[in-house]
């Protein structure tokens, strides 16, 4: 078995929200250690030792990421024919994406919302920091395309805003 970015990103953030403070996970092909410091929860380390394998193995595995990506290629295409009038906001960096500022406080913007240029939609979180994604155009929030604390990666639709 073969983790991605994903699930790796998803253990490290269980594991440092479970309060545990060392995780080792050992499968045929790697070993993970995710060490959490008691300070910070959030501060989580990963190692990852990739293990010797037959070069059977990656042959195997390397057709199966590229078969996913054609079907989830073919959905957006049938959502851009529907939605053509639409503007797409996309991730101008790879990161986490929130839809509020902080825990404890509301949501940047909800589908309906009127938006202006300039007015910030959503943080995207890169390595610690935290980046605010402006509107590059006026309208209505249509349909918000990403989960919040969801991994997002670059030019990856985030919000489809109705310029009209």
């Known amino acids: 078995m073969i983790m991605d970015i994903r699930e790796i990103q998803n ?16 499968m045929d092909d790697f070993k ?14 990963a190692y990852i030792q990739h293990m010797p394998v037959t070069t059977a193995l990656p042959q195997a595995a390397a057709p199966q990421p590229v078969a996913p990506t054609a079907p989830v290629a073919a959905a957006p295409a049938t959502e851009v024919s529907d939605d053509s009038k639409y ?4 991730s101008p960096i790879i990161g986490t ?12 913007v909800e589908v309906g919302s009127s938006i202006g240029k300039g007015d910030v939609l959503c943080v995207i979180e890169a390595m610690k920091l935290f980046n605010e994604i402006e509107s590059e155009v006026s309208g209505k929030i249509v349909k918000i395309l990403v989960d919040d604390a969801s991994p997002v990666e670059f030019d ?6 109705d310029p009209s």
Do not use: H
Request: no cysteine; charged share 25%.
């Open 87 to 90: 503007i797409t906001v996309k």
């Open 156 to 161: 990856q639709p985030l919000f489809l805003v």
């Open 97 to 108: 994406f929130y839809r509020k500022p902080a825990p404890d406080k509301p949501m940047f």
């Open 11 to 26: 253990l490290i953030k269980f594991v440092a929200k479970s309060g545990a403070t060392e995780v080792k996970l050992e």
């Open 32 to 45: 993970i250690t995710i060490k959490t410091t008691n300070e910070a929860a959030e501060a989580a380390t």
